[in-house]
């Protein structure tokens, strides 16, 4: 089994409460929909989104940084939100946010842009961002 479907299939166990213990606790993981995205606003809860490619090799590099800094616990307020590239880059939360490209994270709160980085693969540069959470 892909290790990104593993992932999302612990990350629904754990938000419907049926497992528990570390690897519930390291990553929330979900697919955008402007339903949950408003829903994670609202709520004032921290969300990652992850402007992301299948077939793209950046992507791949920033899906390994996160899942390693998320499985250290240290982020467990937030939640990280897909947003897949190829049926999302005309959509209007790509133009309103003006998303660049693939390979973009963009750290939110409530109605506020924490930060962003684009195209970076360093553990630091995505650490940065995270910890900007609080």
Not at 49 to 72: N, P
Not at 124 to 130: D, E, N, P, Q, V
């Amino acid at each position: 089994m892909h290790r990104r479907m593993f992932l999302t299939g612990l990350a629904g166990l754990a938000g419907a409460g049926l497992i528990a213990g570390p690897a519930a606790a390291a990553l929330k993981l979900v697919d955008y929909s402007p339903e949950k995205l408003q829903a994670l606003r609202a709520a004032g809860e921290p969300v990652l989104l992850d402007f992301y490619a299948s077939w793209c090799t950046t992507c791949r590099a920033q899906e390994r940084v996160i899942e390693s800094l998320m499985d250290g616990g240290a982020y467990g307020t937030v939640t990280v939100m897909r947003v897949d590239w190829d049926t999302y880059q005309t959509s209007q939360l790509v133009k309103d946010m003006n998303i660049p490209r693939r390979s973009t994270l963009v750290l939110l709160k409530g109605d506020k842009e924490l930060g962003r980085v684009v195209a970076q693969t360093s553990e630091a540069s995505i650490k940065g961002l995270l910890d900007k959470a609080g």
